[in-house]
Every structure is written in structure tokens, then in C-alpha cells.
């Protein structure tokens, strides 16, 4: 996560939305299309927004129990001083494996991506070779230093916001009426599917983690940094919702079928959509796009992982210390990387398993116990109580589908 200091000048409210939007906005939206096939476009679009709320809601509780601590205390120390040691341990854990698993899943990302690049130039490079090479290249620039990394991140963010507008503006101008409304099938079913996108939606929403850094950057000021959180998430709401009319609106509904069972990597999806368009220079935009989705994801879920990692293990941040941070970080996801190259799809969605416990569970909790011990004096959430079993229900019925899902016990459209 991004670690930002406190600034004599008032920050603007730009900076803060950028970050929860960019921290949010990643390869994970990549995943979207196909896995929300099943129910399409609208009910795919009443799960997205359900979970923003859900999301918005678990942050800005999270916010409201931070005010109550100094400028700088980590979710972990709220976590360990309101809900006690063993909370902290469960969340610490399932913290680890987000990014653990999120880690493996931008490499494997990155490897099917590179390889449909590369094959673009006439050059065979295996998606397992390309995905270590990518990820050792990463592993150097988190291992440079924190400031490395944000120069990197900046140029990447940057480059992916051009070519994000520039891909989703020439899609959109595709998009078949016909196709969106899946005209083809007269007697499709979609409700059946919904359940199955919860996991995903919820996966594509994480930004908790910067809400300590937001208090760092703007102080102890709710209402700013409300706004951040608000702006923030609606601006990755818009996102998806173009992306989802984007391929959706491109690429019929059974066709997914086929991308699904190719393990719904970005490479597959990319291709699809070349096909249907058959346009050379929207399939650079693509391929370009995609890329530096993966890349700006992949340097942000690093950096975080290398933090957590080194403040866990107690490593300083000699060249020596930070090389251990580097080979714990990335050691275990370039393993899974090259035995399971086509993962990407899966990890995603155990990372949203483990991500209800920090990002819907605990934040609840937070709130509850904030108001039993202070009263939340600077900043209330509304709804009361309803609102916090509301975010509870969310969490566990999400960590529920998930579980069933994986014992092959909700409906899969195949």
C-alpha cells in the first residue's frame, strides 16, 4: 500500500481519490467479464453495486474507529487494541494471504499477457518464462527502494489511464445492441448465476488498506477523506461499468463459455475481443492497456506485501534486509507462477475469500466496538446498527458462496 506523508499544505481532494480509485482499479477488472457471463450485464451490474456499497460502507467504518487513534496507528493496531490479539492474528493472516495470492495472480497475469505481446511481434515466449521474468523484474525495483517503486507506479498509472480511455472509447463505439441484450438466447436464465459473482465483485473493490494512509496524508479531517473514499470508489464503479458494457456489448454470451475453460486469463479475453472487432489497432490498445493494468497492480500489491512483510519479520531496510523481504515476497507466488501458469481466475477469487475477513468482517466489528469504548466523536457512519449486521452478512455470506463454490455447489455456466 501507498505510504504517504503528512504535508504542511492543505492536500487536495485529487490526490486522495486517485489513490482509492488507483489502488481499486486493476488487472482484477480483467477477471469481470467472465466470471459475471453467467449472469450478464444487469444482474452482474446489481451485484457491482450492492458490493460498492458494501465496500464504501466497511471503509468508511474503518475510518470512524481510526479517528480515534493517533495520526499514523496501522489497522493492525486498532484491530489488536479494539477486537484483542487473537482478531489481530486472524486478520494479520488473512492479510497476508490477499497479497500472497493476488501476488501469484499478477504473475500469472503477467505471463499469459506478455506471452500474447510477444506472440504479437512474431516471438514464442512461454507464459511461464515470461511471468518469471516480469516478476524478477518487479522483485528489483520493490528491492530499490519505496521511492523506486512510486516513480515506477506513477509513470505506469499514468500510461494506463491514456490507454484505458482510448481502448474503452473505441469499444464502446462497437458495442451491438443485440449482443448486450443477449438477443440470441430466448429462454437464457441469469438469477441462478449471481451468488457465484459475489466473491469477484467484492475482490474488485479493495482499497481498505489506504484508509490509515489517508488519515496520514490529509490529518485527522472525516469529511475529506469521506469524499476520497466516495469519489474513489464510484470512480471504479464507472470503470467496471464500461468495461462490463465494453465486453459484454462486444462478445456473445456463450462465447465465455470458451474463455472460461481456457482458464479466463487476460490473453484469452483479449483475444476474444480481437476477433469480434477485428481491428489491428484496437488490438494494440488492448494488449497495450492490459499490460500496464498488470503492471501498475502488480507494483502496488508488491510493495505492500514487501511492508507488511518487513515490519512482521522485523527486517531493516539495508540493502541485505531488503533483499530477505524480496525473497519472502516473491519466492512462494513465482513458485505458484510457474507450476500454475493459468491460475489467474482462481486466485482471484480466494483472494476475495480471504479479503471478506479484513474488508467486511473486521471493519464491522471495528465499528461496534469503536462506539461501545468511545462513542465515535468525530465521525459516525449511518444506519446505526442495521448497517454494521448489514456489512457482517455481506462478509460471511461472501466467504459462504465461496466455500460452496468450491465443492462444485452453485450453479456454474458451462
Known amino acids: 500500500m501507498a505510504t504517504l506523508t503528512t504535508t504542511q499544505t492543505s492536500p487536495s481532494l485529487l490526490g486522495g481519490v486517485v489513490i482509492i480509485g488507483g489502488t481499486i482499479i486493476g488487472a482484477g477488472m480483467f477477471s469481470l467479464p467472465v466470471v459475471m457471463s453467467g449472469a450478464w450485464f444487469f444482474w452482474s451490474m446489481a451485484a457491482l453495486i450492492f458490493t460498492w456499497f458494501c465496500m464504501l460502507h466497511s471503509g468508511l467504518m474503518i475510518l470512524e474507529a481510526n479517528l480515534n487513534y493517533r495520526i499514523g496507528s496501522s489497522f493492525d493496531t486498532i484491530t489488536k487494541d479494539l477486537l484483542g490479539k487473537g482478531w489481530n492474528v486472524v486478520n494479520g493472516i488473512s492479510i497476508a494471504f490477499v497479497l500472497y495470492i493476488l501476488t501469484y495472480a499478477y504473475i500469472s497475469a503477467s505471463g499469459s499477457i506478455?506471452?500474447?505481446?510477444?506472440?504479437?511481434?512474431?516471438?514464442?515466449?512461454?507464459?511461464?518464462?515470461?511471468?518469471?521474468?516480469?516478476?524478477?523484474?518487479?522483485?528489483?525495483?520493490v528491492?530499490?527502494?519505496t521511492k523506486a517503486v512510486s516513480r515506477m507506479t506513477a509513470i505506469v498509472l499514468g500510461a494506463k489511464v491514456i490507454t484505458f480511455f482510448l481502448t474503452f472509447g473505441s469499444l464502446l463505439g462497437h458495442v451491438q445492441p443485440a449482443t448486450l441484450f443477449n438477443v440470441a438466447e430466448s429462454n437464457a436464465s441469469y438469477a441462478p448465476y449471481l451468488l457465484m459473482t459475489l466473491p469477484?465483485?467484492?475482490?474488485?473493490?479493495?482499497?481498505?488498506?489506504?484508509?490509515?494512509?489517508?488519515?496520514?496524508?490529509?490529518?485527522?479531517?472525516?469529511?475529506?477523506?469521506?469524499k476520497c473514499l466516495v469519489y474513489g470508489t464510484l470512480m471504479a464503479l464507472a470503470l467496471y461499468t464500461?468495461?462490463?458494457?465494453?465486453?459484454?456489448?462486444?462478445?456473445?454470451?456463450?462465447?465465455?463459455?470458451?474463455?472460461?475453460?481456457?482458464?479466463?486469463?487476460?490473453?484469452?479475453?483479449?483475444?476474444?475481443?480481437?476477433?469480434?472487432?477485428?481491428?489491428?489497432?484496437?488490438?494494440?490498445?488492448?494488449?497495450v492497456s492490459s499490460n500496464f493494468a498488470v503492471a501498475?497492480?502488480?507494483?502496488g500489491v508488491t510493495l505492500g506485501l514487501f511492508d507488511y512483510l518487513a515490519d512482521l519479520f522485523g527486517?531493516?531496510?539495508?540493502?541485505?534486509?531488503?533483499?530477505?523481504?524480496?525473497?519472502?515476497?516473491?519466492?512462494?507466488?513465482?513458485?505458484?507462477?510457474?507450476?500454475?501458469?493459468?491460475?489467474?481466475?482462481?486466485?482471484?477469487?480466494?483472494a476475495g475469500l480471504a479479503a471478506t475477513i479484513w474488508a467486511a468482517i473486521v471493519p464491522a466489528l471495528l465499528a461496534r466496538a469503536s462506539r461501545k469504548r468511545f462513542g465515535s466523536p468525530k465521525f459516525r457512519v449511518w444506519g446505526g446498527k442495521p448497517m454494521i449486521t448489514l456489512i457482517l452478512v455481506f462478509g460471511v455470506g461472501n466467504a459462504l458462496v465461496h466455500i460452496l463454490s468450491s465443492f462444485n455447489l452453485l450453479p456454474v455456466y458451462q
Request: charged letters at 10%.
Open 242 to 287: 464500461i468495461w462490463l458494457l465494453a465486453t459484454m456489448g462486444n462478445i456473445p454470451r456463450p462465447e465465455f463459455i470458451g474463455i472460461a475453460e481456457k482458464g479466463g486469463n487476460i490473453d484469452v479475453l483479449v483475444q476474444a475481443l480481437s476477433g469480434v472487432l477485428n481491428s489491428r489497432s484496437l488490438d494494440l490498445l488492448l494488449v
Open 114 to 141: 506478455l506471452h500474447h505481446t510477444f506472440a504479437e511481434m512474431s516471438l514464442n515466449v512461454p507464459a511461464r518464462a515470461a511471468g518469471f521474468g516480469f516478476a524478477l523484474l518487479v522483485a528489483f525495483v
Open 296 to 299: 501498475s497492480s502488480f507494483l
Open 315 to 350: 527486517f531493516d531496510d539495508s540493502a541485505l534486509g531488503r533483499l530477505k523481504t524480496a525473497l519472502l515476497t516473491f519466492a512462494p507466488p513465482v513458485v505458484g507462477g510457474l507450476l500454475f501458469p493459468n491460475g489467474f481466475l482462481y486466485a482471484i477469487g480466494y
Open 200 to 226: 469477484f465483485c467484492l475482490a474488485s473493490f479493495g482499497y481498505h488498506g489506504n484508509v490509515p494512509s489517508l488519515m496520514k496524508y490529509y490529518g485527522k479531517d472525516p469529511k475529506t477523506i469521506v
Open 143 to 145: 528491492w530499490l527502494s
